[in-house]
């Protein structure tokens, strides 16, 4: 039953609770967790500046969507100004346009990609320390999965993140501008009621710039929390606040999925990674002469072999296909934002991206999306196979990326743009942030 007495939302509801909190006290192990996701993604973002997905996006933000004198904020790694819902917007679908950012297994899709424009379009109007942005990260990865659990576990269609990260964006813009309980309450409906219900895998079989739907997210949940702020109501979130999803949220502040986030190593679709990882093992036991190469057969789950694409002809395809991502890792012994941009007409790797099979495993797909496996066989020309052991994806909770790894994905992306100087700038000002008001903040990481 709706309800709007102020009181009674403060004692029924924990959720609002957990992301109205002040000054929350979180582990010092949940603190390293978050700088890690942060500079990660602020590498994804700087690296995802020269995709044409943020060109148009920029170009469309700067004209419908405005400064004023109400509302001001830069899009990121840029000098140019626009309103805040608007700057949201961008850096999530900027991000979302270089598929090397962070996720979360059970959700199928990505939280960080909405959390870290939507608080860097909240800093210059609003006096958060570093701890303060930090607890907001750990409250946006909290309050994300577990929506994006409980969408996938009472929708019928498999939808992209945007559908249930809108939810996040809302929660964090109600922390940020002090919304009341009631007001936050009306903003998580507003935001999972306007939130795009995209369905994924019409993005998986034709790939194109809309991706995740990341940031038609961060722009429904950014409005629906200022539209809450003036009155705006919202149908209750069916996905935190109906009975049927009560147990996914019952071990909120107990149960901490923020370390539960899965950090890539490379620039594509999660689900094509466990294939590259399959073969970069055959390629450490082997000495391979790739010309010799008949065909790499891959044993997957069923949603990685829609990962179909064998030419792509854009980085939007290419992020998004198995057997090129394959073709990069037998000849590089990696998946570079190079190969993926510029490799796109190299001759040698479309020719090996054409000898891929995609073969669907039903062992695998029962595992999916809690796992994700592949095993590669590559056949030679001699009729020789080689043969990969059922692998996954690194930097899983299991399989962690190590700061050392972590730190070179970062410098790896960043310095697509920035000088080694500026790299160094923003690492030694994330890895530091606790002690960081607003403004150095912003100096340092714009």
Known sequence: ????????????????????????????????????????????????????????????????????????????????????????????????????HDGQVLTKGHIGVVIIPTLFALLETKNLKGKELL??????????????????????DYHTSGAWNALVVAALVARIKKLSYLQTYEALGLAEYHGPRSQ?????????????????????????????????????????FNDDVADI?????ERFYTFEQYIKPYPI??????????????????????????????????????LHTMAPKDTDQA?????????????????????????????????????VNCIENDKYNDLFPAERWAHVIIEMRDGSQLKSPPSIARGNTENPLTDKEVKEKYFDLALNLKTQDECDRIFNAVMSIETEPTSLILTKLL
């Open 249 to 253: 949220w019952s071990d909120l502040g």
């Open 319 to 355: 992020q998004y296909s198995l057997p090129f991502s394959v073709a990069c890792a037998l000849r590089d012994n990696t998946v570079s934002v190079k190969a993926i941009t510029d490799g796109l007409n190299d001759p040698f790797l479309l020719e090996l991206s054409h000898k």
């Open 200 to 240: 994924m895998m019409r993005c998986i079989d034709h790939p194109i710039m809309a991706k995740d739907g990341s940031c038609w997210g961060a722009l429904s949940g950014f409005s629906a929390a200022l539209l809450a702020k003036d009155g705006f109501t919202g149908a209750p979130a069916v996905t935190m």
């Open 135 to 156: 607890d907001a990260i750990i409250i946006g990865y909290e309050i994300g999965t577990r929506a994006g659990i409980a969408l996938h576990e009472t929708a019928c």
């Open 1 to 100: 039953m709706y309800q709007s007495d102020e009181s009674d939302f403060k004692l029924k509801h924990a959720i609002l609770d957990f992301i109205l909190a002040e000054n929350p006290k979180f582990s010092d192990e949940l603190y390293i967790q978050a700088k890690r996701c942060l500079i990660d993604t602020l590498g994804v973002a700087i690296a995802a500046r020269n995709t044409e997905v943020s060109r148009v996006l920029e170009k469309f933000v700067k004209s419908q969507f405005g400064a004023t004198e109400t509302s001001s904020a830069t899009l990121l790694f840029t000098d140019q100004k626009v309103s805040e819902s608007g700057a949201a917007l961008y850096g999530a679908g900027s991000i979302d346009s270089l598929d090397a």
């Open 269 to 306: 679709c999660r689900w094509a990674q466990p294939a590259v990882e399959g073969v970069l093992h055959i390629k450490a036991q082997n000495d391979i002469d790739i010309d010799q190469i008949k065909s790499v057969n891959v044993h997957t789950f069923h949603e990685a072999k829609r």
